[in-house]
């Protein structure tokens, strides 16, 4: 098949495209480097020259994103502004990217019948476990309740945009048919992901090993769960290019659903690299300004995918960090 990665050169689509490549598919990224990097992608560019290709734009770009579509068969829209702390610093470039760009990528995918894959999160989920479950004994299903906060908390605005570019899809295909999925991702994490926006691991791991305190924001209480980026690959490649039964129209969780709280992660990375670092507590007004809100647990439940694809996720969370903390090591 001839794949159409947007976002392609980021973490989580660089692995994808390697997955895709591996598979015998003929791989076009499209990506504007705003967060992905070329660095993610070298290796295919030098290797596959006849059946990896990068076009450096963006998916705001609707002639561009017109042509590519149509020279393609799947289309992975994973094109989006990455990390709590971007996000916080650019709402404009969240909005436009998330709304205009999907719109360009599902009109032309529609009129052309193309397979689409469309990333999501579980931000949109936002504080529905805090107030729906304090006892901490339930996991967010694809039929939870959606307890977002006002977009007057700019914490949220990406969380409604990605349920806005939900409703979209959505929309393609009751009115329609347009063979459109939809992917909610928890957490994913692994090798290349950059410390830069705020990802907790790679920032946690990173301090850890140049003996810099690891920070850890609010009471570090607040729990969430993590999958390795090859899980999630492994489960959106099977979920367009080879599903057992059709699931357009259908949105997927995708994570994983062991927890554990970010001040007990702190911990166990300090463990594992041996780092001699302090812990340090930063209020969040701190770093992400007066009046941020934080969901205390945002774990899923995987049932659905499950049983669509078989899937659960294979690396646990030590298998997570060794990785990291090896690719960090050797990459410093």
């Not at 039929?143 to 906060?149: A, C, D, F, V, Y």
């Not at 007004?285 to 969901?295: L, N, T």
Request: glycine share 8%; net charge neutral.
């Amino acid at each position: 098949m001839r794949i159409l990665i947007t976002g392609g050169a980021g973490f989580i689509g660089s692995h994808l495209a390697e997955r895709c490549i591996a598979s015998g598919h003929t791989v076009t990224v499209l990506d504007n480097l705003s967060t992905g990097s070329l660095s993610n992608i070298t290796g295919l560019l030098s290797q596959y020259p006849d059946r990896f290709h990068f076009v450096e734009g963006s998916v705001e770009e609707e002639p561009l994103v017109e042509s590519l579509v149509a020279q393609h068969d799947r289309i992975y829209h994973l094109a989006s502004v990455v990390g709590v702390k971007r996000v916080m610093a650019e709402p404009l470039a969240t909005v436009s990217e998330g709304l205009r760009g999907t719109e360009n990528v599902l009109k032309a995918a529609a009129a052309l019948e193309r397979p689409t894959l469309v990333a999501s999160t579980s931000e949109v989920y936002g504080r529905a476990l805090d107030y729906l479950d304090p006892e901490g004994k339930e996991r967010l299903s694809e039929e939870s309740p959606l307890l977002i906060g006002s977009p007057a908390k700019h914490r949220w605005v990406y969380a409604i945009t990605k349920l806005a570019k939900e409703a979209l899809a959505i929309s393609y295909h009751r009115q329609k048919g347009s063979p459109f999925v939809i992917v909610r991702f928890f957490n994913t994490v692994g090798p290349r992901q950059s410390p830069a926006y705020g990802m907790v691991i790679p920032n946690l791991v990173q301090a850890a090993i140049f003996h810099r305190p690891l920070p850890v924001y609010g009471t570090g209480k607040q729990r969430r769960s993590f999958l390795h980026v090859k899980d999630a690959v492994e489960a959106i490649y099977r979920l367009l290019i080879e599903p057992p039964r059709e699931p357009w129209g259908e949105i997927f969780n995708l994570g994983n659903p062991m927890e554990i709280s970010i001040i007990e992660l702190a911990e166990r990375i300090k463990a594992l690299t041996g780092s001699p670092s302090p812990i340090e507590l930063i209020p969040y007004e701190v770093s992400y300004g007066k009046g941020f809100e934080d969901m205390q647990r945002r774990t899923p439940d995987i049932t659905k995918i499950k049983t669509w694809l078989g899937w659960e996720p294979r690396f646990s969370l030590d298998d997570i960090l060794k990785e990291v903390i090896s690719h960090v090591t050797l990459a410093s």
